[in-house]
């Protein structure tokens, strides 16, 4: 990656194998103090000086005028140390520029996240890790490639077994992460002057060592002859194969380790896959000051003030200009800034808080006896068994796992559930006695299912993956524990099952009680997920569709999916699937992904027509529209009621409305602050349920609605653009 004019940086955050490097700029300046020749073409402009009627910009100018005294006379920073060593910063970036060596600066940045072998805790990277031009793939060679492997969990040189059902094989999680990241939307931020446009994957098999040369090249052929693995973006070695093999028994600290680590680094450098960043000076300092100045104080976090404060040493004097900084950093950085729910805190390093979610659920299978390497004191037996049959915890909990985290005042464990619960990784229940937040992902794994119905077909919910004329289905990683978060989250809709064998309660099947008197049983199968409905009632079908449609569609947006997903069957007649679309006249239709007679259940077959035809519901709502053409619009100035509630927000999230600022639209729409203070005490930290129950409030024509404008797609954008949304307003006002 090459590091142009100011500054670049690349952040390669892998999906199975990630994080957070020590990282020291102490090589990276040294190089950029050592001057360097540069070669002039014929019709090259001399270099970073103005034509003469072109100004230097803001940053141009900073860079020609840095010196050390002014440097040292423009940071008013708490900390001399770090005052000193942000000034030396500076100071080595502009004698580099004065010596014209920044174009001639070349780094790569390398950000590792290590799953520990935690199935579920794959689930969350997603929502952590950034844009990725490299993804390493790690598969163990002694194991078949379509051999289920077991997982284990390392802490402190101590191994626990992981109890789940085994579904994984090398194979399975090689096709995973290469479908799964095919269906994320490209990079597009500001300053990124070239990035791949898809994400590519190093396949690394370790234990070389114990599989002799015949046995590694069936394994590749194997692999690169699979119908099913998309092969166009995985990085090929010299010796024509796509498994990098690497021996992990050799010696730590001997020279053949050493000689074996720098073998693989040079592999992942000469692949050539590289995002190209052209930063401010300022940028570039701001983000180097941040790990200095929390380094210094020992912490994975800063607060508000101290930001601005360094921001104030890199000339960011205005809060909108270190706002905007920061979230520029969330995005290609590790660092983390939640500015809606968490305004006054940066984290710098989000390792820690990854090593709670990690703690949390090794709570659940970690032996008794190793239980104090994960938590001190480690929970109590009800606890214990709280999280693994129930998923459900007490913020308590945080204070015996989080203390690297909870060192702070400024950090407290309520901060750790507001971020949790912004996230969709929690869910808030109520009266419970085993514990306040449900967490999906410390659920064990399922081990056997009961039979699919057969008066009711199994509805499947996918996205499409093509290759070489062949269509699979495949799901994003992290989407399944979302959906569920997403359904609870309608607590007047969706609520738990009771207890018992016929109900799944899984970190991967979920049955849920819908709409008080109906039970479904969602299921991940990993490459799609599954919709049981036990019911004689098929008109219910469809509302249960689109109920967890609409939170797949929420989870798809939290995970930066590109494309919609689709609906199918498995197929009747072969071992295959028909998926189900609509035309351009929006009219449903089925194909069959491998059958040349195309089956006409969908015309015939009512098992499978009731997910998507309906003359009436049984639920109490209004009939469901004809699946022959698209349900009229609503127009702006047609009065809606609490009937429109999931259109209202679904409007809202399309034009990325973040619900930060409900409590003002409240207002505005003619809420009374009393009813408004209700919703924020009920709703403590949930944003999204603030917003819910304060348009459900506005549906329903509470305080002083009628006299603010009654309840019309009209009045909410009015609302809008008194607010300055007028991006939302905009938006809103071209689809009614």
Not at 255 to 261: F, P, Q, T, V
Request: charged residues 25%; proline residues 5%; glycine residues 4%.
């Amino acid at each position: 990656m090459k590091h142009e004019q100011t500054s670049t940086k690349m952040d390669d955050a892998p999906l199975l194998k990630n994080d957070f490097p020590n990282r020291s700029d102490k090589n990276q300046l040294k190089k950029l103090e050592q001057p360097t020749k540069k070669k002039s073409t014929e019709n090259e402009a001399p270099e970073n000086k103005p034509t003469e009627n072109e100004q230097p910009t803001e940053d141009e100018q900073l860079e020609n005028n840095l010196t050390e005294k002014e440097v040292i006379k423009n940071e008013p920073t708490r900390n001399e140390l770090i005052k000193k060593k942000l000034a030396k910063v500076i100071l080595k970036i502009g004698n580099a520029h004065a010596n014209g060596n920044l174009n001639e600066f070349r780094t790569n940045w390398v950000y590792f996240i290590d799953s520990g072998g935690q199935p579920a805790y794959r689930e969350l990277l997603p929502l952590f890790t950034r844009a990725a031009a490299l993804n390493i793939i790690t598969i163990d060679l002694t194991k078949g490639l379509d051999e289920k492997c077991e997982f284990q969990y390392r802490i402190s040189q101590h191994t626990s077994l992981i109890h789940t059902d085994l579904k994984f094989s090398n194979h399975d999680i090689i096709q995973s992460t290469i479908s799964s990241e095919a269906m994320l939307n490209s990079v597009k931020f500001p300053y990124v002057s070239d990035m791949p446009k898809h994400s590519h994957y190093l396949i690394l098999g370790t234990r070389k060592e114990l599989v002799t040369e015949a046995k590694l090249n069936e394994m590749n052929d194997s692999l690169i002859n699979s119908s099913n693995l998309d092969l166009k973006n995985v990085i090929w070695n010299t010796k024509g194969s796509i498994i990098f093999p690497v021996n992990t028994l050799l010696p730590t600290g001997s020279k053949e380790r050493e000689d074996a680590s720098i073998k693989v680094c040079t592999a992942i450098l000469n692949c050539r896959v590289e995002m190209k960043i052209k930063l401010p000076i300022r940028l570039f300092t701001f983000e180097i000051a941040l790990q200095m100045e929390a380094k210094e104080k020992e912490r994975s976090f800063l607060t508000t003030e101290e930001v601005i404060e360094i921001g104030k040493s890199c000339r960011l004097y205005d809060k909108s200009d270190i706002d905007k900084a920061l979230r520029y950093l969330h995005n290609v950085t590790i660092i983390l800034y939640y500015h809606d729910v968490l305004p006054n805190i940066i984290v710098v390093d989000p390792k820690p808080i990854l090593d709670v979610l990690s703690c949390l659920i090794a709570i659940t299978y970690v032996d008794h006896t190793d239980l104090h390497l994960v938590a001190d004191p480690p929970p109590s037996p009800d606890e214990k068994n709280n999280l693994k049959k129930f998923g459900l915890f007490k913020e308590e909990i945080f204070k015996n796992i989080g203390k690297q985290i909870f060192i702070h005042d400024s950090f407290k464990s309520s901060h750790m559930i507001t971020l949790l619960l912004h996230l969709h990784i929690i869910a808030k229940v109520e009266n419970r006695e085993e514990g306040d937040y449900f967490f999906p992902c410390a659920l064990p794994s399922y081990d056997k299912l009961n039979p699919a119905p057969t008066e009711i077909q199994p509805l499947l919910i996918a996205w499409e993956i093509k290759n070489s004329g062949t269509t699979n289905l495949a799901i994003p990683q992290g989407l399944f524990p979302l959906t569920i978060v997403h359904l609870l989250e309608q607590k007047d809709i969706v609520d738990f099952s009771p207890v018992g064998k016929e109900y799944y309660k899984y970190h991967d099947a979920m049955s849920l009680r819908v709409y008080n008197d109906h039970f479904i049983h969602i299921i991940n199968r990993y490459t799609h997920i599954e919709i049981h409905f036990r019911s004689d009632c098929k008109n219910s079908c469809l509302k249960i569709r689109e109920l967890v449609t609409d939170a797949i569609k929420k989870s798809r947006k939290d995970l930066n999916v590109d494309t919609d997903h689709i609906f199918a069957f498995k197929c009747p007649q072969k071992d295959c699937y028909f998926i189900v679309q609509k035309n351009e006249s929006s009219s449903w239709y089925s194909h069959c992904t491998h059958c040349e007679t195309q089956c006409k259940v969908l015309e015939s077959d009512d098992s499978y027509r009731c997910w998507f035809f309906s003359d009436s519901s049984s639920l109490g709502a209004e009939p469901s529209p004809s699946l022959e053409g698209p349900p009229s619009k609503i127009k702006s100035t047609e009065l809606l009621d609490t009937s429109n509630l999931i259109d209202v927000l679904d409007a809202l999230d399309d034009h990325k409305y973040s619900g930060v600022d409900y409590y003002d639209l409240g207002l505005r729409l003619g809420l009374h602050p009393c009813t408004l203070n209700v919703i924020k005490e009920d709703n403590k930290g949930d944003v999204r349920s603030c917003l819910r129950e304060c348009l459900a409030a506005w549906l329903e024509q509470k305080d002083s609605v009628m006299r603010r404008g009654s309840p019309t797609y009209d009045t909410l954008i009015q609302a809008l653009r008194k607010m300055g949304e007028n991006a939302v307003a905009d938006g809103i006002k071209r689809d009614t």
